[in-house]
DNA sequence: TGGTTATTGGTAATCATTATCAATTAGACT
DNA sequence: AGTCTAATTGATAATGATTACCAATAACCA
């Protein structure tokens, strides 16, 4: 099923700017901000209104063709759907994907030790990625500078 | 070592709303927004700042007194400052602590099987909590309204 | 090739957080 | 207890991110 048919079975439709986004998200593994993806969507739209990303990345989220993660600094994108953890350098902001380790063991003993019905959970570890280790320390952002630029897109 | 003593040992005072704030936040397990936090310290003192609420929320986690969280309907904070782990109810939107599980191991094997040198790590459970299982379920809140009002706190 | 209607671009509105600044006051030291 | 000094406050403006609105456009179906 491709993700023009996933649209269009249920009433809504590939247009151009909407495909161009998908394709962005898709085609990264730098789970970028909508202020991210708006910036590369224009390089090909340049006519693009930021409404239009903000609209779409949120309509394509909830079709489930993407994934919307909230991370320290704001909201994120993921165009890989597929179950996964991350990682996240608290040097230089980049957030990595890590492979998931077996769900059911956690979810049983979650389970069966409280009153919660466990759906889902999510890991998100913290620490220097390898490129931060080998390099000095640069000094922190600030809170701003986190949340504007963030390391991970240049 | 006393939170007034923390502050002063670094040039900072306990001031009345500082205090009546960091209260607040120790004396409940809910997680709140800023805006909570806001609403109830004005019980107490009906002329605070919002700025000052969130100012002293931000110095106050910058102290480690307390901790800044961020949820899927933006940043909370949490009185509990030891190590544990988070369950957030899909249905109501409550947010309540669990048990931690120990972490070496996690960490041990994380280190081992990549190049990342892993800090710390934060696990979320997402589900339906006891009393949202017994009851019928509601109509799901708008985006609007779970990041405003958020039913964990009335 | 039309006709319907989801979607768009442009822009205003909303919301949360941060910045600014004159007035206040906690805490240290007489 | 009184004085001093700098941290802090309340009020308000500014900022950044997201959402709402609406007339114009264009995707898709017959
Ligand atoms: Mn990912
Ligand atoms: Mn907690
Ligand atoms: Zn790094
Ligand atoms: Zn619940």
New interface residues.
């Given amino acids: 099923m491709t993700a023009a048919d996933t649209l269009r079975s249920r009433g809504l439709r590939l247009t151009r700017p909407r495909r161009i986004i998908l394709d962005v998200v898709r085609s990264t593994d730098t789970h970028p901000t909508a202020a991210s993806v708006y910036r590369r969507v224009r390089r090909k739209l340049p006519r693009v209104s930021l409404a239009t990303v903000h609209r779409n990345l949120r309509q394509l989220a909830t079709q489930g063709l993407l994934v919307e993660r909230?991370?320290?600094d704001g909201m994120r994108f993921d165009g890989n759907t597929g179950v996964h953890d991350h990682?996240t350098?608290?040097a230089c902001g980049r957030i990595?994907d890590?492979p998931a380790r077996p769900r059911s063991a956690v979810r049983r003993r979650?389970a069966s030790s409280?009153?919660?019905?466990?759906?889902?959970?999510?890991?998100?570890?913290?620490?220097?990625?390898?490129a931060c280790?080998r390099r000095r320390t640069r000094s922190p952002l600030t809170r701003h500078q986190r949340r504007t630029y963030g390391r991970q897109e240049p």
Same sequence: chains 1, 2.
């Fill in positions: 909230s991370a320290a990682f350098c608290v990595y890590v979650m409280t009153a919660f019905e466990v759906f889902d959970y999510r890991m998100e570890f913290y620490g220097r990625c390898g280790r």
